[in-house]
């Protein structure tokens, strides 16, 4: 049974004890498979039990096997954060559990998520007036939109560099459509020169911030040649969107504003926890022809007027996602969003000039963002080594790329509460476990 004044209680103070205690505890999980799953019951109970055990099993046996994403040494893929105010609007989410699958069914919900992606629209500094809705992950963002380019253009074939992510391979696989990929400049960004004929392409991908180095392709240049061949754009910013809060970033947001399509995941880089993947489009017409699908028992007398999200992407029944951007946007403001990349963008500098001046160690790519591509000096094998040894400890968390057949270690700032303290150390520990090889 649970009382939802006093488990709820106890609830939110675990919540906070949390996050005040997360700094203390190993960063990646240090189990085995299987092990966490060997604790827990076969079966489940018959006869209903109080919440407190819940909480009590949470700590004793599940805590073991959680890799903390809340800790401030996370420095692995996308470090992310999910802040307070979105921490406490999942709750209040959870508790209205509006189920936008129509308008008549979620009002707010659909409204409020058509203001927020308008608002986060503001803060990046894209155009007005395209058409913006939240999917769960950026895999399911660049699905519909690949969706929609096929619908558009009655095209097969989508065309992204050997940089992107593979979302995007795993898209065109589950459309049936087939890829090419275009090979990258010396700094990982996809060469346009190398496009071919696109008059056959349904898509073309360009990424602002890839996933291995955060490289930035260029988009106007990817833009001209769609136009030319009529096929569709689709901007994957996935991680760097949410730096375009900071004019001095804006730069990598050149010719964006001519994309069909744009992903940005909020639960990446902009203080939202997962999930929250924002999808704007400036043709939503061929979203809603690529996925409406309005059976008679969804049939509504003020369907004609009113939006109904689920007929722009796969889901049918949609959480209520933007309370928690919501609440973040107003937590936090303009200000807020700005200094979190900014510290981040900081921090990682930083880190990269210590990198730059330490012989034996060598920088692997640019940095335009928050994330350092580094590695020791020699062979591959020393780096894969040192990698676990590094994360074996608790300490921090980084994680691994291969560039040029290279292996080379990443480390990503992204977490609200990394400090220049968390960052040296880490590279405390870097330098530690290197002379321990
Ligand atoms: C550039 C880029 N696109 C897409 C994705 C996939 O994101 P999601 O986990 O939301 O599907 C990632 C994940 O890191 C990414 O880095």
Redesign the pocket.
């Known amino acids: 049974m649970t009382d939802l004044r006093a488990d709820g209680a106890a609830a939110l103070e675990w919540a906070a004890r949390y996050l005040e205690r997360v700094s203390g505890l190993p960063v990646l999980a240090q189990v085995k498979p299987g092990e966490i799953r060997a604790r827990l019951p076969a079966a489940p109970p018959e006869e209903p039990e109080p919440f407190e055990d819940v909480l009590r099993d949470l700590d004793e046996l599940l805590m073991p096997g959680i890799t903390h994403w809340q800790h401030p040494r996370y420095f692995a893929?996308?470090a992310a954060t999910s802040s307070e105010p979105a921490i406490l609007a999942e709750l209040l989410a959870a508790t209205l559990n509006s189920v936008a699958i129509l308008w008549r069914t979620a009002p707010a919900s659909t409204e409020l998520e058509a203001l927020v992606l308008e608002w986060v629209a503001q803060l990046l500094g894209l155009p007005g007036g395209w058409h913006g809705h939240i999917e769960?992950?950026?895999?399911?963002?660049?699905l519909a939109a690949l969706t929609a380019a096929r619908e558009s253009t009655g095209r097969e074939f989508v065309v992204c560099s050997e940089q992107?992510?593979?979302?995007?391979d795993k898209a065109a696989r589950m459309l049936g459509m087939s890829l090419r990929k275009v090979s990258c400049d010396g700094e990982f960004r996809m060469r346009p020169d190398e496009l071919g004929d696109l008059t056959d392409a349904a898509a073309v991908v360009a990424?602002v911030?890839?996933?291995a180095t955060t490289s930035v392709d260029p988009v106007p240049a990817i833009a001209d040649a769609c136009e030319t061949a009529g096929a569709w754009l689709h901007v994957?910013?996935?991680?760097?969107g949410s730096a375009m809060v900071c004019p001095e970033h804006r730069w990598a947001f050149q010719g964006v504003d001519r994309a069909d399509s744009l992903?940005v995941?909020a639960?990446?880089w902009m203080l939202t926890p997962?999930?929250c993947?924002l999808l704007w489009s400036r043709r939503p017409e061929d979203l809603r022809r690529a996925f409406s699908l309005v059976p008679e028992v969804l049939r509504t007398p003020e369907a004609e007027d009113a939006l109904s999200l689920s007929e722009y992407g796969p889901a049918l029944g949609r959480r209520f996602r933007s309370l928690k951007l919501w609440a973040v946007l107003r937590c936090h403001g303009r200000a807020g969003l700005q200094d979190h990349v900014r510290r981040g963008v900081e921090l990682a500098a930083m880190f990269e000039g210590w990198v730059a001046e330490a012989p034996g160690w060598e920088l692997c790519a640019p940095r335009p963002f928050s994330v350092v591509c580094f590695r020791m000096r020699g062979e591959d094998e020393r780096n894969r080594r040192l990698l676990k040894r590094v994360n074996a400890c608790g300490e921090i968390f980084i994680s691994h790329t291969v560039l040029n057949g290279r292996y080379v270690l990443r480390l990503a700032v992204g977490q609200m509460r990394t400090t220049e303290e968390d960052v040296r150390a880490a590279w405390e520990v870097l330098k530690r476990e290197a002379l321990e090889l």
């Open positions: 893929y996308f769960d992950s950026a895999s399911t963002s660049t992107a992510h593979s979302s995007v990424t911030g890839t996933t994957d910013a996935a991680y760097a992903v995941n639960h990446k997962n999930d993947s």
